[in-house]
């Protein structure tokens, strides 16, 4: 079965062997910190400002680099408490899923939506006020949806985020 059109899936990789060791360096620069300016990013990696330019455009347009982000502290808004809710569907019909990719992600407190393998269909990442919030997002937009068979929620305690490593982008 093919995935609803509404899923954001990854763009087709370029091949390893595309990515030099400039373009590895610029990716490091960014990922530490995407604000930096081109000017910062060409003088760390030892190439001209307009070699540099060209080559985060070519980046982007290869799908290398998906987007710029920044990094927003759900507790700072209010939402401190945080949870993955593994959900199962009760039918796999392309209605079921369409209808449920459609309403979820625009949720309140939804972060993010997972399309995932194995017994479980979808992970969703929410982040809400408190755990009576959570109760209620639970009852009130998954239990009673009628895709929904069962959910699973998994509080999180703390995020930490991977390395550059986990990419292929270690020094």
Do not use: W
């Not at 899923?7 to 370029?14: E, L, T, Y």
């Not at 982000?69 to 759900?74: E, L, N, T, V």
């Amino acid at each position: 079965m093919t995935a609803p059109p509404n899923i954001q899936r990854p763009a087709p990789s370029p091949r390893p062997q595309d990515i030099d060791e400039i373009d590895r360096a610029i990716l490091r620069v960014l990922a530490a910190d995407a604000r930096t300016p081109n000017n910062a990013i060409a003088e760390h990696v030892g190439i001209a400002p307009s070699t540099c330019h060209g080559r985060i455009r070519a980046l982007r347009e290869r799908g290398v680099i998906r987007g710029f982000h920044a990094d927003i502290d759900p507790a700072a808004l209010g939402l401190g408490l945080q949870a993955m809710i593994a959900v199962q569907l009760n039918v796999h019909s392309r209605a079921q899923i369409n209808t449920f990719v459609r309403d979820v992600p625009k949720l309140p407190g939804v972060v993010s939506v997972y399309h995932v393998a194995g017994s479980d269909d979808y992970l969703l990442h929410i982040a809400v006020r408190d755990s009576d919030a959570l109760r209620e997002f639970v009852l009130d937009h998954l239990t009673g949806h009628p895709a929904v068979r069962h959910t699973e929620t998994s509080l999180i305690f703390a995020h930490l985020p991977g390395s550059l490593a986990g990419l292929g982008l270690e020094d």
